[in-house]
Structures are given as structure tokens and as C-alpha cells.
């Protein structure tokens, strides 16, 4: 596809002219006549190179350049501003809204060839690390969603454990997970620590596979001696989770 380019002038003649010089290279060429124009069509065509004059009616350049240079979306397109030939304050102003080059009146056809060939150059190198970027993060937010999941199942996994040891824990664990998230709700804690909370606090028994099955299946009371001994579960969970790194 063929890289567009937007024009923006006042004077029919020059516009005439630009295009004389930038369609046989291969250019599409799109038009606006004043800044405020310029800035509605940057919206709707996405140019890969705007030609911007200063002095025109309802908007001037300078502020069209700074209008776009200022917006997100906007700001990665290259803009090459005309200036007459000694209007040192235009370019100085036109720095100062981050224009990207500058051409003067009478404008040189080879000069403007050159420039529009680097600034485009420039473009779709900014463009392939802006896309690369964009895959790098979306990878990494798949990466991250994989161990979040990875570690959510390893919780559950140790849960189920628990449970095969004591068949009454299941929906003790349940409760306790929906109680912590809701005293966290309460407290006003971020959504971050609510959903940790909720998951870690069904490790809260995990040390009763630690027990001994005469004393965590006794059917009736406990003796002291094995009172004491089940009480021990909560050391057990400690050594078991102690060494994690995991913020919950």
C-alpha cells in the first residue's frame, strides 16, 4: 500500500505543485486547506506525512502542529513544516511544537523528496518497534495470566490434598475463603489482596496433612495428648508455606 501523505495549504497553486512532485513517487496525496481542517482529517485518514504551512486562515500551522503533536494517537506522524525562506521566528515557534523538519519557500523538489523519503523512513521504523512493543506486552500479560492460573491451580491442588485427609475440611475451606474476601471488601482493600486473601486463606489447614490418621479421623474426643498433637497442624502449614515467595 502506498504511503499517504496530507497537504495542507491555503493556496491551490502550491498544493498543485506538491502533488506534481509526490504522486509520480508513489505518494497518495490527501488535502486540507487550514489547520482545523488538517486536524479533523489526521483523525479520519491517518496519513504517514502531513506537509503543513503556517499562514492560513481559521487555524494556523503552528497550531495545528502542536494540537497533533499533543494527542497520543497523533503524535508519531511526522510533520514537515513551510516556512519562508528567512522566517527564523517560524521555525524556532515550529520547534517549540515539536515539528519533526522544515522546508522554505520556494520549496526545492529534490530537497522536499529527500526529507519526505527519511521522514517516512523514520515513520515505519517507529511504526515495526511500536508494533513490536505492542506483542512484547500483550506476551507478557499472557505470561503472567498463565502463572497467575499456574499458581491458583497449584492452590488447589494442596486444598484437594487436605481434603483427602480430612473429609470434613472442604467446605470449611470453602466458608473461610468467602469470609476473608468479604472482611477484605469490608476493610476497603484493593481487588488485588481481595482475590489473594480469598485464595490463600484456603491454605489455612493445609498442615493437618502432617497429622497422624488415628487422630485426624478420630470419630470421638480427643485425649490431651492428641489434642496437643492436632494443634501442631498450624506448625506444620508453617514449615510447608514458610519458604514462599508469593505475596499471599
Given at each position: 500500500m502506498n504511503e499517504k501523505i496530507l497537504l495542507v495549504d491555503d493556496e491551490e497553486a502550491n498544493l498543485r505543485l506538491l502533488t506534481q512532485?509526490?504522486?509520480p513517487q508513489g505518494y497518495?496525496?490527501?488535502?486540507?486547506?487550514?489547520?482545523?481542517?488538517a486536524v479533523r482529517k489526521v483523525g479520519e485518514i491517518r496519513p504517514d506525512l502531513i506537509i503543513l504551512d503556517i499562514m492560513m486562515p481559521i487555524m494556523d500551522g503552528h497550531e495545528a502542529c502542536r494540537i497533533l503533536k499533543e494527542d497520543p494517537e497523533t503524535m508519531n506522524i511526522p510533520i514537515i513544516i513551510v516556512t519562508a525562506l528567512h522566517d527564523r521566528e517560524s521555525k524556532i515557534k515550529g520547534l517549540s511544537v515539536s515539528?519533526?523538519?522544515?522546508?522554505?519557500?520556494?520549496?526545492?523538489?529534490?530537497?522536499?523528496?529527500?526529507?519526505?523519503?527519511?521522514?517516512?523512513?523514520?515513520?515505519?521504523?517507529?511504526?515495526?518497534?511500536?508494533?513490536?512493543?505492542?506483542?512484547?506486552?500483550?506476551?507478557?500479560?499472557?505470561?503472567?495470566?498463565?502463572?497467575?492460573?499456574?499458581g491458583n491451580e497449584m492452590m488447589r491442588k494442596l486444598t484437594s490434598a487436605a481434603e483427602f485427609r480430612d473429609t470434613d475440611?472442604?467446605?470449611?475451606?470453602?466458608?473461610?475463603?468467602?469470609?476473608?474476601?468479604?472482611?477484605a471488601?469490608?476493610?476497603?482493600?484493593?481487588?488485588?489482596?481481595?482475590?489473594?486473601?480469598t485464595f490463600a486463606s484456603s491454605l489455612h489447614d493445609i498442615g493437618k496433612i502432617g497429622i497422624l490418621d488415628n487422630i485426624l479421623l478420630k470419630p470421638g474426643s480427643l485425649t490431651r495428648e492428641e489434642f496437643e498433637s492436632m494443634t501442631?497442624?498450624?506448625?506444620?502449614?508453617?514449615?510447608?508455606?514458610?519458604?514462599s515467595t508469593y505475596p499471599g
Amino acid at each position: 500500500m502506498n504511503e499517504k501523505i496530507l497537504l495542507v495549504d491555503d493556496e491551490e497553486a502550491n498544493l498543485r505543485l506538491l502533488t506534481q512532485w509526490l504522486v509520480p513517487q508513489g505518494y497518495d496525496v490527501e488535502y486540507a486547506s487550514n489547520g482545523e481542517e488538517a486536524v479533523r482529517k489526521v483523525g479520519e485518514i491517518r496519513p504517514d506525512l502531513i506537509i503543513l504551512d503556517i499562514m492560513m486562515p481559521i487555524m494556523d500551522g503552528h497550531e495545528a502542529c502542536r494540537i497533533l503533536k499533543e494527542d497520543p494517537e497523533t503524535m508519531n506522524i511526522p510533520i514537515i513544516i513551510v516556512t519562508a525562506l528567512h522566517d527564523r521566528e517560524s521555525k524556532i515557534k515550529g520547534l517549540s511544537v515539536s515539528a519533526n523538519d522544515f522546508l522554505s519557500k520556494p520549496i526545492d523538489q529534490g530537497e522536499l523528496l529527500i526529507r519526505v523519503r527519511n521522514l517516512l523512513k523514520i515513520k515505519a521504523f517507529d511504526d515495526f518497534m511500536l508494533e513490536h512493543n505492542q506483542i512484547l506486552e500483550q506476551k507478557v500479560r499472557e505470561r503472567t495470566r498463565d502463572l497467575k492460573n499456574m499458581g491458583n491451580e497449584m492452590m488447589r491442588k494442596l486444598t484437594s490434598a487436605a481434603e483427602f485427609r480430612d473429609t470434613d475440611t472442604g467446605a470449611h475451606i470453602a466458608r473461610i475463603g468467602f469470609y476473608a474476601g468479604k472482611m477484605a471488601e469490608a476493610l476497603d482493600m484493593s481487588m488485588d489482596f481481595i482475590e489473594t486473601i480469598t485464595f490463600a486463606s484456603s491454605l489455612h489447614d493445609i498442615g493437618k496433612i502432617g497429622i497422624l490418621d488415628n487422630i485426624l479421623l478420630k470419630p470421638g474426643s480427643l485425649t490431651r495428648e492428641e489434642f496437643e498433637s492436632m494443634t501442631t497442624h498450624t506448625v506444620i502449614g508453617a514449615k510447608i508455606l514458610g519458604e514462599s515467595t508469593y505475596p499471599g
